[in-house]
């Protein structure tokens, strides 16, 4: 009985002091409000995703096209940001963005959002070239099989750290000669995608990179000629094609509006010119649009 009086005395002196002990309570899931850039996308386009929510996040990573989503925080003005891309051949309607944020207290919060796809139109040309790169020899075929694993492995290998800076520049100050999406037919007969953007630049301008980034590849292509491949981080790179003279080399930093190259004719061309080509995740988009973006 004394023991029994004790323990009783015990728990009321604990109950007293300390009390219950509290259950946490579920953490609350976060709100999410999304805007897309540009607001009305198609297929072939470069998007932004912006994202703030009403609590505060940890990190933010997201699923679009089957693509992972890389998100940086803006603490200007409180925004996650996201660079992503639309395939030329996505269909359109709506979309699935589907976002996973680590909350600062504690918990995770999840949240799909549909995003609309309109089908852009795109124009048709014809062109004439040289026969050899449309019926190649033995030799030159075993060239171009030995430069597309070259071009795997670089594009395989990219910096899952954002290495641009702001809004992507230009690299030539001149007009555009052929816009990106357009369905050529060469010689009549083989068909492709313009899968970049022409600019019209005469033999020897002065080639810029968009922005700033690492030089992953820098030599003579049988197709695209002198090549120069720019990766700017998260899956995005920017692609210089047909140029006379290289002027950086694989592994160099360089920033942004820095002379990288000098345009020319080399590759499979018909004329003097720059093509331009934006990459994401194996992904080509429409550089023109990728400048008229305001990027953090």
């Known amino acids: 009985m004394k023991f029994l009086a004790f323990l009783l005395i015990g728990i009321f002196v604990w109950l007293t002091v300390g009390g219950w002990p509290e259950i946490s309570a579920k953490a609350k899931p976060a709100r999410f409000l999304v805007v897309v850039e540009p607001s009305q996308p198609v297929n072939g386009s470069p998007v932004l995703f912006r994202v703030k929510t009403d609590q505060m996040l940890k990190s933010l990573t997201g699923v679009w096209l089957g693509h992972r989503v890389a998100f ?14 639309v395939d ?3 269909k359109a ?6 976002l996973e944020g680590a909350l600062t207290t504690s918990g995770r919060s999840n949240s799909t959002e549909f995003v609309t796809v309109r089908k852009a139109s795109y124009p048709s040309s014809r062109l004439r070239v040289a026969r050899k790169f449309l019926d190649p020899d033995a030799e030159t075929l075993e060239r ?3 430069e597309q694993a070259i071009k795997r492995e670089v594009f395989r290998r990219v910096s899952s750290n954002r290495l641009w800076n702001g809004d992507f520049v230009a690299p030539v100050n001149n007009i555009v000669t052929e816009p990106f999406g357009v369905r050529r037919v060469f010689n009549g007969k083989l068909q492709s995608t313009h899968q970049g953007l022409d600019f019209r630049a005469a033999l020897g301008t002065p080639v810029n990179a968009m ?5 992953i590849l820098a030599r003579e292509m049988f197709f695209e000629g002198g090549m120069v ?24 930093r360089v920033g942004k509006g820095q002379e990288i190259a000098l345009s020319g ?6 004329s003097e010119h720059l093509h331009v080509a934006i990459r994401w995740l194996g992904t080509y988009l429409d550089p ?3 400048l008229t973006m305001k990027l953090p």
């Open 72 to 85: 940086n925080f803006d603490s200007s003005n409180g925004e996650w940001y996201g660079f992503a891309g």
């Open 88 to 90: 030329l051949a996505t």
């Open 93 to 98: 309607g709506r979309h699935a963005l589907q």
């Open 144 to 146: 171009i099989k030995e």
């Open 211 to 215: 922005n700033s980034g690492e030089v």
């Open 229 to 252: 491949v720019v990766d700017h981080g998260q899956g995005l790179l920017t692609m210089y094609l047909h140029l006379s003279e290289i002027k950086t080399k694989e592994g160099n």
């Open 265 to 270: 004719a080399t590759g499979r061309v018909t």
């Open 288 to 290: 023109a649009t990728l």
